[in-house]
């Protein structure tokens, strides 16, 4: 309410309310609220409020990660057997069958890095429905947060993706600073770059720019741009230091 009034604009908040019966003896915890609130800004300075319970939408998302997540980890084990039995062939076929081979196998490693976005995501989705700070989502995602270069990252990525590249001639186009060090998840971030690289290289014209633009902003929500400047302030102590 109070950023809508001092910004003008519609502000939107998620949030999860765990309450527990008040009663010492057999406390029993209640349903969750899921909740979204909205907020818009009236004449004369008033504020209007919307809340959503959105427990049946999170509800219908769990189980419906919770079916994906089961279906990858069935796919899992066979996906893992597969891939044995076709490295133990690879070199004990003849050499004219050895490229059904190596394509079985190709095919193999491809849907095995599929099952694992699946199970990535989806345990991504239970971390953000679990309502816990943002650490602790971080955490429970599986994400292991360390200073990243993203400049590097996406350079890495583009050149993994030279052999594939070579029907279409695309050319990457980086405009930003020359080094920009987050603190994120190196491999998922990545896999990130590397899936939209790949999409751009594939559904491109040929012999065209791919340009990647990167620019450092301020958070949307002005009541943490203080906080955000001091962040920033002592990261670049520490990097002087």
Do not use: C
Not at 54 to 60: A, K, L, N, Q, S
Not at 73 to 88: F, G, N
Not at 151 to 168: G, Q
């Amino acid at each position: 309410i109070q950023r809508t009034r001092s910004t003008g604009q519609r502000q939107e908040q998620e949030w999860v309310v765990n309450s527990v019966r008040q009663d010492p003896a057999n406390p029993v915890m209640q349903r969750p609220l899921y909740l979204r609130g909205q907020a818009f800004a009236l004449a004369q300075g008033q504020v209007g409020v919307f809340l959503d319970d959105r427990y049946e939408m999170i509800t219908f998302q769990q189980q419906q990660n919770r079916w994906v997540s089961d279906v990858a980890h069935e796919l899992k084990t066979p996906l893992t057997s597969i891939r044995l039995v076709a490295e133990t062939l690879l070199n004990r076929v003849d050499t004219n069958l050895r490229s059904w081979v190596e394509r079985l196998l190709n095919e193999v490693i491809n849907l095995s890095s599929v099952v694992q976005d699946l199970l990535d995501l989806s345990q991504l989705d239970r971390a953000r429905a679990s309502g816990g700070t943002t650490e602790d989502q971080f955490t429970e995602a599986g994400l292991n947060l360390e200073p990243t270069d993203l400049v590097e990252l996406i350079y890495a990525a583009w050149e993994t993706l030279v052999p594939l590249n070579r029907h279409k001639q695309a050319h990457l186009l980086y405009i930003g600073p020359d080094s920009l060090v987050i603190r994120g998840d190196g491999s998922k971030l990545y896999r990130m770059l590397l899936n939209l690289l790949d999409n751009a290289i594939k559904y491109s014209p040929p012999d065209r720019d791919i340009e990647v633009l990167i620019t450092p902003i301020a958070p949307a929500n002005p009541a943490n741009f203080q906080e955000w400047e001091q962040a920033r302030s002592e990261e670049h102590t520490s990097e002087l230091q």
